[in-house]
């Protein structure tokens, strides 16, 4: 597995939840890392993206403000800090590579994690 999601769970709303990307080396060092979410019965949406070189990031305006994407070089890992929760926010979260920046679709896929917001 060259890329796994962790760190999701059941939380309240206002809550804070951390996610982690564990991606293998040569992912980690060659590509930029998205994360994305889908919600029972909706698509795949776009939340958040880290160039490969760290400096540049994106996110939807849903969680704008609220959601922070950020590399740890140490440890391989793309994390993004979960501030704010809603209900709106359950959904499975998974990370993936982006083959160029600006998209906001996925390329390779790593397995996901559930978060679920209770009200």
């Known amino acids: 597995v060259q890329l796994q999601a962790s760190g999701g769970g059941l939380v309240q709303t206002g809550d804070s939840l951390r996610l982690s990307c564990a991606a293998s080396g040569r992912i980690f060092a060659t590509s930029h890392i998205g994360w994305f979410r889908q919600a029972p019965g909706k698509e795949r949406e776009f939340v958040a993206a880290i160039r490969r070189s760290g400096r540049s990031t994106d996110y939807a305006d849903s969680v704008k403000g609220r959601f922070t994407i950020s590399r740890n070089d140490a440890r391989n890992t793309i994390d993004l800090q979960l501030n704010g929760l809603k209900p709106e926010d359950t959904a499975v979260y998974y990370c993936?590579?982006?083959?160029?920046?600006?998209?906001?679709?996925?390329?390779?896929w790593g397995q996901g994690t559930q978060v679920t917001v209770s009200s």
């Open positions: 993936a590579t982006i083959t160029f920046w600006g998209s906001k679709d996925g390329n390779y």
